[in-house]
């Protein structure tokens, strides 16, 4: 048996120190070793401890967690949970905290918290479990906001709106859940599928593509940042972007990377078009679809109680290979679990390209993986290569 994830929970009250070590201490694959209750006291505690994560308030006395977060990653590197407020506010912080290094940030809703629901234990105990038989993250150098020279943060400039090219054998049938695809999908006879390599560094030729759709989850926000920045304002495509993450914190980190990119990003909302060089992010707790009917706009769809994420890489990724066919490129990224391995299954009987993101450059190797040995992934590679890939599409 191997041996249990050590965990260290850093909070200023002690309800939630208490509450998150009961949650932790009921699975027996996770080790509570110690506690503080400030970002000072945390510090020295990782060096002492040598937790594998971290769990971390957003508030504290004396060093707040957003402090002592760039000081453990700068010093001890060690995957952290950050733990903030349902508030606009406090998915503002969340941001700076993934930012500085943090691994996911978890919201600390009080009801949820004191209820008995297995949610968020599941949630945590996964989570945790999943980063502490990861690899270490490096020691974070990423600048800040405020370290960036103002120059590589553009305004917001006017664009001209390129709608997609929609294909003529496109099905007006709505969808709304993997199961439907799945029913309703048809494989594409005529497209040829090459066998999937499996090494890095393997892209011969850019695909052949309408829409590009990225799914990731844990770790996602740092990995979409670092892609997304390279990218020039004349992206040739539209991107769709699934993030796991909770709807109070979509429509911040869609700000935040519409502040730090070259191209257009924003939170879809029902109804968008489909735009060259812009990215739409699916709304927390929302599913996003390209419309069957209209093509060259998508749809936010309320989550369905019935799936485990709301948005779901599954469900983006199926209607894409609904209504594009093999006219699309998806890239999967970091993340616990499976989702998006279902979408790219129907991606690549429409004759679509999958990219997976490497285990060396992935937070959490789970649905790149998963996608990889379900043999769906024409292309394995590292981050810093489909950043690569990807900006090269606009100095055409």
Same mark, same amino acid.
């Given at each position: 048996m191997s041996m249990p994830v050590k965990v260290l929970i850093v909070d200023d009250s002690g309800f939630f120190r208490n509450r998150i070590a009961d949650l932790?201490? %009921? +699975?027996?694959? $996770? %080790?509570? /070793?110690?506690?503080? %209750?400030?970002?000072?006291?945390?510090?020295?505690?990782?060096?002492?401890?040598?937790?594998?994560? /971290?769990?971390?308030?957003?508030?504290?006395?004396?060093?707040?967690? $957003?402090d002592a977060?760039?000081?453990?990653?700068?010093?001890?590197?060690?995957?952290?949970?950050m733990l903030s %407020?349902?508030?606009?506010?406090?998915? @503002?912080?969340?941001?700076k905290a993934l930012e500085a290094g943090a691994a996911d940030c978890i919201p600390k809703d009080l009801r949820e918290w004191m209820g008995n629901s297995s949610a968020i234990k599941n949630q945590l105990c996964d989570q945790v479990v999943a980063l502490g038989k990861s690899r270490r993250p490096r020691v974070h150098t990423s600048q800040s906001s405020s370290d960036k020279p103002r120059s590589s943060i553009r305004p917001n400039p006017t664009r001209h709106e390129t709608a997609v090219a929609v294909p003529s054998t496109v099905s007006d049938r709505s969808t709304s859940t993997v199961s439907s695809l799945r029913q309703r999908g048809e494989a594409n006879a005529a497209v040829r599928v090459e066998p999937s390599p499996r090494r890095s560094g393997t892209v011969q030729r850019f695909p052949d593509c309408r829409v590009v759709v990225i799914g990731s989850s844990t770790g996602g926000p740092a990995a979409l940042q670092k892609i997304l920045t390279c990218l020039p304002a004349a992206f040739p495509y539209p991107i769709l972007l699934v993030q796991h993450m909770p709807k109070t914190f979509t429509p911040v980190f869609a700000e935040r990377l519409n502040q730090q990119c070259n191209i257009t990003?924003?939170?879809?909302? +029902?109804? +968008? @078009?489909?735009?060259?060089?812009?990215?739409?992010?699916?709304?927390?707790?929302?599913?996003?679809? $390209?419309?069957?009917?209209?093509?060259?706009? /998508?749809?936010?769809?309320?989550g369905d109680e019935r799936?485990? !994420?709301?948005?779901?890489?599954? $469900?983006? !990724?199926?209607?894409?290979?609904k209504c594009f066919g093999d006219k699309v490129l998806a890239v999967i990224l970091t993340g616990m679990g499976s989702d998006g391995t279902d979408g790219a299954r129907l991606l690549k009987r429409s004759g679509a390209k999958v990219w997976a993101q490497d285990e060396n450059s992935s937070t959490i190797y789970g649905m790149p993986k998963s996608v990889i040995e379900a043999d769906l992934a024409d292309a394995v590679l590292d981050l810093d290569e489909i950043g690569t890939l990807l900006s090269k599409q606009g100095e055409r």
């Open positions: 932790l201490g %009921s +699975d027996a694959r $996770i %080790s509570v /070793v110690g506690t503080a %209750s400030n970002g000072r006291e945390a510090i020295e505690q990782v060096k002492l401890l040598r937790p594998d994560v /971290v769990t971390m308030d957003v508030e504290m006395p004396e060093m707040n967690g $957003i977060l760039r000081q453990i990653m700068k010093l001890s590197p060690v995957h952290v949970i %407020s349902v508030t606009h506010e406090g998915a @503002r912080i969340s941001m990003v924003k939170e879809a909302t +029902d109804g +968008d @078009r489909l735009v060259a060089g812009t990215a739409l992010l699916a709304p927390g707790g929302h599913q996003l679809i $390209i419309d069957p009917r209209q093509n060259d706009r /998508v749809k936010v769809m309320p799936l485990t !994420y709301k948005p779901s890489v599954d $469900i983006s !990724y199926g209607s894409a290979a």
